[in-house]
């Protein structure tokens, strides 16, 4: 039970618009953008500041109350879901942007939206490397949270690869901030990337100092078809070496692509089903349709091809591939199994993904997409209870025994903490377990969430 006085303090803070303590209102902040985990919240904060973080933070660290740290809500692992009754902190005021022309960088608060800081990026004539098909939602400080990957992380790598700064309170209520933006910076431990990939655990994000890159503005997009997994994975390795103007290579199946024809309406691309389906762009300074073309007229196993020959249709290819997550979720709660698994694994996990299913969930529906240069396999199971979590166990073990992880960019969240072990080392896991206590003494930050439960 939280002291009403908490929150008496928090409106001298936040002032009392930013003080949400209507049932209803609140409700809205409890449940992960699945539908799959659900918790409670006496509250919902919504700090405008650096300050105003660091004032909460010392104001739940005074009367022992924890904080649940949301962005966009877009998580998809419940890591931002008040389980255990957690007071909400919403990031989603923190939204100054700024784009540095001259170094190619941007400074962005963690509420700022991706699609935002893209759009400011191609304003001032750069881009920003790290894109996702939740771009409209997912926020600066949830993708530097989980440290997100996305699309294109062949060409520009993980969010942690963008990252050059931080600005952030840390457990502990004290603000560190290192926003100078300094490519070469040897002077000591990287705050930056230790925050990344953290969770919300360590600190709370209030800004990010991010690269920006060079923009491609030519691009042109193709559906290949191909008979199955190994040979899609067989094509995504050849156009990784030999396309150099290749930026994206998404990964999907016919079950997949039949649910989203479903949800959206779109025509069959081709005239029959194929085994798997690879969505390939290519962007350069000039129109790189000529090297596609040749690059894929060199594969083996391609059965057909879709190019889109303008922006529009392009547009429709990549919703084949975008749309999976949201037609997924329309068939019902989704078991969300983001794994990563060796180049080399891709097409035996993927062989092997439905009978383990089965074996522990006769009745399940699997579905399958990721992101084929990469590694990234996302595992999407429907028909399956909540809660029932013998089926995370199987997938998870599955990856891990081929040389995998359990998370590959959506974090560990809650869903995923039981089987953490299966990624890390004892050792490994002793040492988070410290940071935690240094960065975060008394557990205010995120506690269900990752080392949690």
């Not at 879709?306 to 997550?325: K, N, S």
């Not at 953490?420 to 490994?428: G, I, Q």
Request: proline share 4%; hydrophobic share 45%.
């Amino acid at each position: 039970m939280v002291d009403p006085a908490f929150f008496d303090e928090a409106v001298s803070i936040v002032g009392p618009e930013h003080v949400l303590r209507d049932a209803d209102v609140v409700a809205g902040y409890t449940v992960d953008w699945t539908g799959r985990f659900s918790g409670s919240s006496p509250g919902v904060l919504r700090p405008g500041s650096t300050e105003q973080v660091a004032a909460l933070v010392e104001l739940c660290r005074r009367h022992g109350v924890a904080l649940a740290l949301q962005g966009g809500a877009t998580s998809l692992s419940g890591g931002t879901v008040p389980l255990e009754g957690e007071v909400v902190c919403s990031l989603v005021r923190l939204w100054d942007l700024e784009v540095d022309a001259l170094s190619g960088q941007a400074s962005a608060g963690a509420g700022v939206r991706i699609e935002a800081l893209q759009s400011a990026a191609e304003r001032a004539g750069w881009a920003y490397g790290v894109d996702l098909a939740s771009r409209a939602s997912a926020t600066v400080g949830g993708t530097v949270a989980t440290n997100a990957g996305g699309i294109r992380v062949l060409r520009h790598g993980d969010t942690r690869a963008q990252l050059l700064g931080v600005s952030a309170v840390l457990g502990s209520g004290e603000t560190v901030s290192h926003m100078s933006g300094l490519v070469k910076d040897n002077t000591g431990y990287h705050l930056p990337s230790l925050l990344c990939g953290s969770e919300g655990t360590l600190g709370v994000l209030t800004e990010a100092r991010l690269r920006l890159v060079r923009r491609s503005p030519e691009r042109v997009v193709a559906l290949l078809a191909l008979r199955d997994a190994h040979a899609a994975i067989e094509a995504a390795s050849d156009l990784r070496r030999g396309l150099a103007s290749l930026s994206a290579v998404e990964l999907f199946f016919a079950p997949g692509l039949a649910l989203v024809r479903g949800h959206t309406g779109l025509p069959d691309p081709f005239e029959r089903p194929h085994g798997a389906y690879l969505l390939v762009e290519a962007s350069a300074d000039d129109d790189p349709t000529t090297e596609l073309s040749e690059a894929v007229d060199a594969l083996g196993g391609v059965e057909e091809v879709a190019v889109a020959l303008d922006a529009t249709r392009a547009g429709e290819l990549w919703r084949y591939r975008e749309a999976h997550t949201e037609a997924i979720n329309r068939r019902g709660t989704p078991h969300k199994l983001d794994v990563a698994v060796p180049m080399g694994a891709i097409a035996q996990f993927v062989d092997r993904v439905p009978g383990v299913v089965r074996d522990v969930a006769p009745g399940a529906e699997v579905w399958l997409f990721g992101h084929a240069a990469d590694g990234n396999v996302h595992v999407n199971v429907t028909g399956v209870a909540p809660e029932d979590d013998a089926l995370d166990a199987a997938v998870f073990e599955l990856a891990s025994g081929l040389g995998g992880s359990v998370s590959a960019e959506h974090g560990i969240g809650i869903a995923k903490r039981k089987w953490l072990h299966l990624s890390r080392s004892p050792a490994e896991l002793a040492v988070f377990g410290a940071i935690k206590s240094a960065l975060d003494p008394d557990g205010v930050l995120n506690p269900s969430v990752l080392l949690g439960g």
